[in-house]
Antibody, heavy 125, light 113 residues
Framework: QITLKESGPTLVKPTQTLTLTCSFS??????????VGWLRQPPGKAPEWLAL???????RYRPSLKDRLTITKDISKNQVILTMTNMDPADTATYYC?????????????????WGQGTMVTVSS | DIMLTQSPDSLAVSLGERASIKCKSS????????????LAWYQQKPGQPPKLLIY???TRESGVPDRFSGSGSGTDFTLTISSLQAEDVAVYYC?????????FGGGTRVEIK
């Protein structure tokens, strides 16, 4: 059974750096095809994809936020970490990590099939 | 980025009746080499994360009731709830994973009439 759980600060000040940790179980980020993504959802709005990291260390970022985001993985701890610099009140949202499906038959990535419960981050002075 | 436009923004349906939600993509999400549509549907209830219902446009996720179905190809997709139940009240999102930037539709709120 795949589970993911986000942790990190609930309140950050403008211009600060946010660091979020996704702790997961039920899969390994060393297995071919595996990916973990970060997404966020401002109150009352649709989710927005931020970043993805893959088993082979490939990293993908939302272009509009690429300069502010870094995604890393700690295999020994089964964790994926997201840092976002220069936080702004517009970054206030619930942040989720999610497991990305992989279709081994077609050798192609898929949707986000398991999500963490999310962690609400407020940016305010 | 690929834009997804959902319609309607909200709909109210009587219990037991059919609900249909449309999702239109700004470009095709059909990958010719494997004939797969890179489109998913999610259900989100208040205070919960999105839950995957449908992937590859029409494949139901394990454990999802068969009253939920997905159809369409290329740029036009539909999520259908064949017989609405009280527990189906939620916001539904489509999402494409064809493009480098994964994008979501704006959401459709489904309520009981």
């Amino acid at each position: 059974q795949i589970t993911l759980k986000e942790s990190g600060p609930t309140l950050v000040k403008p211009t600060q750096t946010l660091t979020l940790t996704c702790s997961f179980s039920g899969f390994s980020l060393t297995t071919s095809g595996v990916g973990v993504g970060w997404l966020r959802q401002p109150p009352g709005k649709a989710p927005e994809w931020l970043a993805l990291i893959y088993w082979d260390d490939d990293e993908r970022y939302r272009p509009s936020l690429k300069d502010r985001l870094t995604i890393t993985k700690d295999i020994s701890k089964n964790q994926v970490i997201l840092t976002m610099t220069n936080m702004d009140p517009a970054d206030t949202a619930t942040y989720y990590c999610a497991h990305r499906q992989y279709d081994y038959e077609s050798d192609t990535g898929g949707a986000f099939d398991v999500w963490g419960q999310g962690t609400m981050v407020t940016v305010s002075s | 980025d690929i834009m997804l436009t959902q319609s309607p923004d909200s709909l109210a349906v009587s219990l037991g009746e059919r609900a249909s939600i449309k999702c239109k993509s700004s470009q095709s999400v059909l990958y010719d080499s494997n004939n797969k549509n890179y489109l998913a549907w999610y259900q989100q209830k208040p205070g919960q994360p999105p839950k995957l219902l449908i992937y590859w446009a029409s494949t139901r996720e394990s454990g999802v009731p068969d009253r939920f179905s997905g159809s369409g190809s290329g740029t036009d997709f539909t999520l259908t709830i064949s017989s609405l139940q009280a527990e189906d009240v939620a916001v539904y999102y489509c999402q494409q994973y064809y493009g480098t930037v994964r994008t979501f539709g704006g959401g459709t709120r489904v309520e009981i009439k």
